[in-house]
Protein backbone atom coordinates (compact mmCIF):
# COMPACT_ATOMS: atom_id res chain seq x y z
CA UNK A 1 0.00 0.00 0.00
CA UNK A 2 1.14 3.46 -1.11
CA UNK A 3 2.56 5.57 2.49
CA UNK A 4 1.81 8.59 0.59
CA UNK A 5 -2.25 7.52 0.35
CA UNK A 6 -1.82 6.53 3.99
CA UNK A 7 -0.60 9.71 5.25
CA UNK A 8 -3.32 11.66 3.16
CA UNK A 9 -5.88 9.54 4.89
CA UNK A 10 -4.40 10.14 8.49
CA UNK A 11 -4.70 13.52 7.89
CA UNK A 12 -8.01 13.75 6.66
CA UNK A 13 -9.27 11.99 9.63
CA UNK A 14 -7.29 14.45 11.92
CA UNK A 15 -8.47 17.02 10.21
CA UNK A 16 -12.18 16.18 9.72
CA UNK A 17 -12.18 17.96 6.20
CA UNK A 18 -10.88 17.36 2.71
CA UNK A 19 -10.30 21.21 2.40
CA UNK A 20 -8.05 21.47 5.46
CA UNK A 21 -6.38 18.41 4.90
CA UNK A 22 -5.23 19.88 1.52
CA UNK A 23 -3.89 23.51 2.94
CA UNK A 24 -1.74 21.10 5.54
CA UNK A 25 -0.66 18.58 2.78
CA UNK A 26 0.02 20.95 0.40
CA UNK A 27 -2.26 19.55 -2.09
CA UNK A 28 -4.98 20.36 -4.22
CA UNK A 29 -8.57 19.31 -2.73
CA UNK A 30 -9.54 17.55 -6.15
CA UNK A 31 -6.04 15.77 -5.12
CA UNK A 32 -7.02 14.90 -1.46
CA UNK A 33 -10.01 13.73 -2.72
CA UNK A 34 -8.30 11.48 -5.40
CA UNK A 35 -6.11 9.56 -3.09
CA UNK A 36 -8.72 8.65 -0.52
CA UNK A 37 -10.56 7.53 -3.33
CA UNK A 38 -7.76 5.46 -4.85
CA UNK A 39 -7.94 4.02 -1.11
CA UNK A 40 -11.21 3.22 -0.61
CA UNK A 41 -10.84 1.32 -4.08
CA UNK A 42 -8.25 -0.63 -2.86
CA UNK A 43 -9.80 -1.73 0.18
CA UNK A 44 -13.07 -2.35 -1.12
CA UNK A 45 -14.46 0.08 1.72
CA UNK A 46 -15.67 3.34 2.09
CA UNK A 47 -13.09 5.34 4.58
CA UNK A 48 -15.59 8.83 5.00
CA UNK A 49 -18.67 9.68 5.07
CA UNK A 50 -19.07 12.78 3.36
CA UNK A 51 -21.27 15.66 5.31
CA UNK A 52 -22.11 19.24 4.61
CA UNK A 53 -19.74 19.95 6.63
CA UNK A 54 -16.49 18.04 6.52
CA UNK A 55 -16.27 14.32 6.36
CA UNK A 56 -17.01 11.66 9.30
CA UNK A 57 -14.74 7.99 9.31
CA UNK A 58 -16.65 5.05 9.15
CA UNK A 59 -16.37 2.25 11.41
CA UNK A 60 -13.01 0.73 9.16
CA UNK A 61 -11.68 4.21 8.72
CA UNK A 62 -11.72 4.69 12.51
CA UNK A 63 -9.79 1.06 12.43
CA UNK A 64 -7.51 1.93 9.66
CA UNK A 65 -6.56 5.28 11.35
CA UNK A 66 -6.02 3.53 14.84
CA UNK A 67 -3.51 1.01 13.05
CA UNK A 68 -1.41 3.40 10.79
CA UNK A 69 -1.29 6.37 12.51
CA UNK A 70 1.26 5.31 15.46
CA UNK A 71 3.52 3.77 12.62
CA UNK A 72 3.04 6.94 10.42
CA UNK A 73 4.38 8.94 13.61
CA UNK A 74 7.25 6.39 13.77
CA UNK A 75 8.68 7.51 10.17
CA UNK A 76 8.36 11.42 11.15
CA UNK A 77 9.91 10.85 14.22
CA UNK A 78 13.00 8.64 12.46
CA UNK A 79 12.77 11.28 9.68
CA UNK A 80 13.01 14.38 12.37
CA UNK A 81 15.17 12.91 14.07
CA UNK A 82 17.97 12.52 11.29
CA UNK A 83 17.73 16.48 10.32
CA UNK A 84 19.43 16.74 13.80
CA UNK A 85 21.94 13.98 13.91
CA UNK A 86 25.20 16.33 12.71
CA UNK A 87 25.15 19.10 15.44
CA UNK A 88 23.17 16.82 17.95
CA UNK A 89 21.23 19.54 19.06
CA UNK A 90 16.93 19.07 18.53
CA UNK A 91 15.27 22.01 17.79
CA UNK A 92 11.95 23.03 19.23
CA UNK A 93 10.05 25.43 17.26
CA UNK A 94 7.74 26.87 19.85
CA UNK A 95 4.46 29.32 19.41
CA UNK A 96 1.81 31.24 21.75
CA UNK A 97 1.29 34.96 22.95
CA UNK A 98 3.76 37.56 23.46
CA UNK A 99 3.74 37.99 26.77
CA UNK A 100 2.92 34.77 28.30
CA UNK A 101 5.82 32.91 26.32
CA UNK A 102 8.16 35.40 27.21
CA UNK A 103 7.45 35.70 30.73
CA UNK A 104 6.19 31.97 31.56
CA UNK A 105 7.10 29.56 29.47
CA UNK A 106 10.88 30.50 27.52
CA UNK A 107 12.18 31.21 30.99
CA UNK A 108 11.03 27.72 32.10
CA UNK A 109 12.14 25.90 28.60
CA UNK A 110 15.68 27.48 29.39
CA UNK A 111 17.16 24.81 31.84
CA UNK A 112 16.55 21.90 28.45
CA UNK A 113 19.40 24.35 26.31
CA UNK A 114 22.06 22.08 28.51
CA UNK A 115 20.13 19.26 27.50
CA UNK A 116 20.60 19.65 23.63
CA UNK A 117 17.44 21.95 22.87
CA UNK A 118 17.27 24.61 20.89
CA UNK A 119 14.36 27.13 20.96
CA UNK A 120 12.79 28.95 18.38
CA UNK A 121 9.50 31.26 19.53
CA UNK A 122 6.92 33.17 17.44
CA UNK A 123 4.52 35.49 18.48
CA UNK A 124 1.02 35.27 17.83
CA UNK A 125 -1.90 37.55 19.48
CA UNK A 126 -4.57 35.38 17.78
CA UNK A 127 -4.94 31.31 19.37
CA UNK A 128 -6.75 31.05 15.59
CA UNK A 129 -3.78 32.01 13.73
CA UNK A 130 -1.20 30.35 16.56
CA UNK A 131 -3.14 26.44 15.98
CA UNK A 132 -3.42 27.17 12.42
CA UNK A 133 0.40 27.52 12.05
CA UNK A 134 0.95 24.27 14.51
CA UNK A 135 -1.41 22.34 12.23
CA UNK A 136 0.21 23.19 9.13
CA UNK A 137 3.68 21.99 11.09
CA UNK A 138 5.09 25.67 10.71
CA UNK A 139 5.52 24.99 15.19
CA UNK A 140 6.12 21.76 17.18
CA UNK A 141 4.33 22.83 20.52
CA UNK A 142 2.06 25.34 20.74
CA UNK A 143 0.10 27.52 23.79
CA UNK A 144 -3.08 28.94 22.98
CA UNK A 145 -6.01 30.26 25.11
CA UNK A 146 -8.41 28.15 23.04
CA UNK A 147 -8.88 24.44 22.79
CA UNK A 148 -8.76 23.05 19.35
CA UNK A 149 -11.46 20.79 17.78
CA UNK A 150 -11.16 17.84 15.92
CA UNK A 151 -8.67 14.77 16.28
CA UNK A 152 -5.42 16.85 14.26
CA UNK A 153 -4.36 18.72 17.47
CA UNK A 154 -4.28 17.79 21.36
CA UNK A 155 -4.72 20.10 23.52
CA UNK A 156 -3.48 19.85 27.71
CA UNK A 157 -4.88 22.37 30.13
CA UNK A 158 -2.07 24.20 31.00
CA UNK A 159 -2.73 26.85 33.64
CA UNK A 160 -5.51 29.86 34.57
CA UNK A 161 -4.82 33.30 34.60
CA UNK A 162 -6.70 35.79 36.87
CA UNK A 163 -7.42 38.91 35.35
CA UNK A 164 -7.28 42.15 37.46
CA UNK A 165 -8.90 45.76 36.49
CA UNK A 166 -5.48 47.80 37.43
CA UNK A 167 -5.12 51.87 36.87
CA UNK A 168 -2.29 54.20 38.35
CA UNK A 169 -2.51 55.45 41.91
CA UNK A 170 -3.75 59.05 40.37
CA UNK A 171 -6.92 57.43 38.89
CA UNK A 172 -7.71 54.99 41.81
CA UNK A 173 -7.80 58.62 44.33
CA UNK A 174 -9.68 60.06 42.23
CA UNK A 175 -12.43 57.20 42.09
CA UNK A 176 -12.25 56.80 45.70
CA UNK A 177 -15.01 54.33 47.16
CA UNK A 178 -17.39 55.33 44.38
CA UNK A 179 -16.45 51.99 42.77
CA UNK A 180 -17.20 49.83 45.41
CA UNK A 181 -20.98 51.47 45.53
CA UNK A 182 -21.61 52.00 41.57
CA UNK A 183 -19.20 49.56 39.63
CA UNK A 184 -18.77 49.80 36.17
CA UNK A 185 -21.14 52.93 35.60
CA UNK A 186 -18.11 55.19 37.30
CA UNK A 187 -15.28 52.91 35.75
CA UNK A 188 -16.80 53.85 32.68
CA UNK A 189 -15.65 57.82 33.08
CA UNK A 190 -11.68 56.53 32.78
CA UNK A 191 -10.23 56.46 29.58
CA UNK A 192 -9.02 52.11 28.50
CA UNK A 193 -5.68 50.87 27.53
CA UNK A 194 -6.24 47.87 25.67
CA UNK A 195 -4.66 45.41 23.14
CA UNK A 196 -7.16 46.11 20.16
CA UNK A 197 -9.69 48.11 19.40
CA UNK A 198 -12.35 45.56 20.24
CA UNK A 199 -11.27 45.79 23.83
CA UNK A 200 -11.45 41.98 24.43
CA UNK A 201 -9.76 41.90 27.58
CA UNK A 202 -11.66 45.13 29.13
CA UNK A 203 -14.85 43.52 27.29
CA UNK A 204 -14.59 40.03 28.98
CA UNK A 205 -13.78 41.50 32.17
CA UNK A 206 -16.97 43.76 31.81
CA UNK A 207 -19.42 40.70 30.87
CA UNK A 208 -17.98 38.39 33.39
CA UNK A 209 -18.21 40.69 36.31
CA UNK A 210 -20.92 43.53 35.76
CA UNK A 211 -22.79 41.21 33.18
CA UNK A 212 -22.47 44.01 30.75
CA UNK A 213 -20.65 45.69 28.06
CA UNK A 214 -18.40 48.24 28.43
CA UNK A 215 -19.51 51.89 27.19
CA UNK A 216 -15.78 53.32 26.33
CA UNK A 217 -13.74 53.67 23.56
CA UNK A 218 -10.08 52.92 23.70
CA UNK A 219 -7.64 55.48 24.23
CA UNK A 220 -4.51 54.00 24.34
CA UNK A 221 -4.64 50.89 21.83
CA UNK A 222 -1.08 48.93 21.84
CA UNK A 223 -0.74 44.98 20.75
CA UNK A 224 1.22 44.00 23.65
CA UNK A 225 0.07 43.61 26.93
CA UNK A 226 3.73 44.76 28.60
CA UNK A 227 2.60 48.23 26.86
CA UNK A 228 -0.73 48.17 28.23
CA UNK A 229 0.87 48.05 31.70
CA UNK A 230 3.39 50.86 30.88
CA UNK A 231 0.54 52.97 29.60
CA UNK A 232 -1.71 52.45 32.64
CA UNK A 233 0.83 53.07 35.41
CA UNK A 234 1.72 55.94 33.77
CA UNK A 235 -1.86 57.40 34.42
CA UNK A 236 -3.19 57.15 30.13
CA UNK A 237 -6.24 54.75 31.64
CA UNK A 238 -7.53 51.27 33.13
CA UNK A 239 -6.47 48.60 31.80
CA UNK A 240 -7.07 44.55 32.41
CA UNK A 241 -3.92 42.64 32.90
CA UNK A 242 -3.78 38.78 33.90
CA UNK A 243 -2.24 39.02 37.74
CA UNK A 244 1.01 37.08 36.67
CA UNK A 245 2.28 40.36 34.81
CA UNK A 246 1.28 43.15 36.76
CA UNK A 247 1.70 41.28 40.38
CA UNK A 248 4.90 42.83 40.72
CA UNK A 249 3.97 46.10 39.61
CA UNK A 250 1.20 46.03 41.92
CA UNK A 251 3.50 45.44 44.72
CA UNK A 252 5.65 48.34 44.15
CA UNK A 253 2.30 50.83 43.73
CA UNK A 254 2.65 51.15 40.21
CA UNK A 255 -0.77 50.37 39.57
CA UNK A 256 -3.45 49.74 42.39
CA UNK A 257 -6.71 47.24 41.49
CA UNK A 258 -9.85 49.15 40.75
CA UNK A 259 -11.99 46.01 42.04
CA UNK A 260 -12.20 43.46 44.00
CA UNK A 261 -14.57 40.86 42.41
CA UNK A 262 -16.31 37.67 44.69
CA UNK A 263 -14.71 35.42 41.54
CA UNK A 264 -12.19 37.01 39.31
CA UNK A 265 -12.12 36.41 36.22
CA UNK A 266 -9.83 33.12 34.66
CA UNK A 267 -8.61 32.26 31.08
CA UNK A 268 -7.42 29.22 30.47
CA UNK A 269 -3.83 28.00 28.50
CA UNK A 270 -3.66 25.38 26.44
CA UNK A 271 -0.23 23.14 25.60
CA UNK A 272 -1.47 22.09 22.29
CA UNK A 273 0.62 19.87 20.11
CA UNK A 274 -0.19 17.44 16.41
CA UNK A 275 -1.61 14.47 17.62
CA UNK A 276 1.02 11.96 17.51
CA UNK A 277 4.03 14.29 18.30
CA UNK A 278 4.45 13.44 21.58
CA UNK A 279 6.28 10.44 20.47
CA UNK A 280 9.04 12.94 19.31
CA UNK A 281 11.24 12.92 22.67
CA UNK A 282 12.31 16.72 22.19
CA UNK A 283 8.44 17.90 22.07
CA UNK A 284 7.52 15.31 24.76
CA UNK A 285 10.43 16.56 26.90
CA UNK A 286 9.16 20.49 26.42
CA UNK A 287 5.11 19.38 27.04
CA UNK A 288 6.16 17.55 29.97
CA UNK A 289 8.43 20.48 31.75
CA UNK A 290 6.10 23.60 31.33
CA UNK A 291 3.40 20.79 33.02
CA UNK A 292 5.60 20.71 35.32
CA UNK A 293 6.75 24.21 35.64
CA UNK A 294 2.69 25.68 35.47
CA UNK A 295 1.99 23.94 39.21
CA UNK A 296 4.11 27.10 40.65
CA UNK A 297 2.24 29.57 38.11
Known amino acids: MDLALLRTFVTVHRAGSFTRAAALLGLSQPAVTGQIRTLERQLGRPLFLRQARGVTPTTIGDELAHRAAPHLDALVEITETGLDEESGVRTLH ?39 GLAAGHHDLAIATARPRGGLLTATPLCDEEHVLVASPRWAARLGHDVLRKGHVVLEQLPVVEVHESLPLVSRYWGSVFDSRPAAAGAVIAPDLRAVLESAAAGA ?15 RGEVVALYDPPVPPLRTYFLVVRTGTLALPHIARAHEWLLRASVDW
Open 237 to 251: GLAVLPRYLCEAALE
Open 94 to 132: LAGPPEFTSVRALPALTPLISQGLALRASFFGNAEETLD
